[in-house]
């Protein structure tokens, strides 16, 4: 029993002085930890896009991409025929655009029956408002009396503006200059868009339609120089009334 108790306390005395040891002896200090953060890879280059190429003989179009927006002009609300853009007039010719206006058989008719050259007044530079001139021949008439065609050519459009009523635009067989009878009644019976005409055919009546004065009836009459478009409704005024013969 003794030698248990001798062991034990041996035992005992070891785990103590171990203990004091261990605490007088420094332990070593752990070392750091330094995390690195992975790179960022590479951006990879997208390719651009091949051209795109057609085959022989076939045209790609320019782009997909719708082009720019309409705007459409109501011409039925608008006093015609327009003044083009002074881009769009030629140069006049060194005789004078208005010879060229005249046909080769001679000089345009009255075109309304019954009235005499002696008996009209030039109003092409009459004004009208403050800022524009009529630009056209009045030949005051009766209502119903008969249109006649000032030459031959095209009866290219029949149109009804708020401005001008009923009104025909004819071309001269050249197509350089358009003829406009504004004011009608109302179209002789066969007219129609395309139809040549004749000089003297009828194409309608004196009227009151559009801005005239209901008391006053006659036939507006113009004579335009077009454009290279030929718009019906667009070109230069050419005053009408040395034009006119008997």
Not at 154 to 171: A, C, D, E, R, W
């Amino acid at each position: 029993m003794k030698w248990l108790l001798t062991f034990l306390a041996g035992l005992l005395l070891g785990a103590g002085s171990l203990f004091v040891y261990l605490r007088a002896v420094p332990l070593p200090k752990p070392a750091e930890v330094v995390v690195v953060a992975p790179a960022a890879p590479a951006p990879v280059p997208v390719p651009a896009p091949a051209a795109a190429t057609a085959p022989d003989g076939v045209s790609l179009p320019v782009s997909d991409l719708p082009g720019a927006p309409v705007v459409s002009t109501d011409l039925s609300e608008l006093d015609l025929p327009l003044r083009p853009a002074a881009s769009e007039i030629a140069a006049p010719a060194a005789n004078g655009a208005n010879a060229a206006a005249v046909p080769a058989t001679g000089k345009l008719m009255v075109p309304v029956e019954g009235i005499k050259l002696a008996s009209l007044r030039d109003n092409f530079d009459q004004p009208r408002g403050a800022d524009r001139h009529h630009e056209a021949l009045d030949i005051m008439a009766p209502r119903g009396t008969k249109v006649l065609a000032v030459s031959d050519g095209k009866l290219v459009k029949l149109f009804n503006s708020k401005p001008g009523g009923l009104t025909v635009y004819q071309f001269d067989p050249s197509e350089k200059y358009a003829y406009y009878y504004a004011h009608l009644d109302r179209y002789a019976e066969g007219v129609k868009e395309g139809m040549d005409l004749k000089r003297g055919d009828l194409i309608g009546y004196v009227g009151v339609t559009g801005n005239s004065d209901p008391n006053a009836p006659h036939l507006h009459f113009a004579v335009v120089e077009l454009t290279a478009e030929k718009k019906w409704w667009k070109g230069t005024p050419i005053n009408p009334f040395p034009l006119l013969g008997e």
